[in-house]
Nanobody
Framework: QVQLVESGGGLVQPGGSLRLSCAAS????????MSWYRQAPGKERELVAI????????NYADSVKGRFTISRDNAKNTVYLQMNSLKPEDTAVYYC?????????WGQGTQVTVSS
């Protein structure tokens, strides 16, 4: 079955960096757009970044533009989210999502906490 396993979350100080990874299995990874969502306590889930199936196109939420970078390695079936200049408001559970033709698969999420 399709599995998405996120890793790389943790506690970081404001201004710091983290790199999230999401390893996919059970699907033809290069056929899927991949995205990262996040959900902070008491808030709705929001799209953070998305990358096209071949990695040629990316889009970001305004709140993370210039700080976060999404990328993928189709040879490794993995998508990444490099997060720099982290702010306390970036604290959330981050989810990896695979999407294609109306199908979506979510990972289990990884916690990112930005605090001094």
């Amino acid at each position: 079955q399709v599995q998405l396993v996120e890793s790389g979350g943790g506690l970081v100080q404001p201004g710091g960096s983290l790199r999230l990874s999401c390893a996919a299995s059970g699907l033809t990874f290069s056929n899927y757009a991949m995205s990262w969502y996040r959900q902070a306590p008491g808030k709705e889930r929001e799209l953070v970044a998305i990358v096209s199936s071949n990695g040629g196109n990316t889009n970001y939420a305004d709140s993370v533009k210039g700080r976060f970078t999404i990328s993928r390695d189709n040879a490794k079936n993995t998508v990444y989210l490099q997060m720099n200049s982290l702010k306390p408001e970036d604290t959330a559970v981050y989810y990896c999502v695979a999407g294609r033709l109306g199908f979506r698969k979510w990972g289990q999420g990884t916690q990112v906490t930005v605090s001094s």
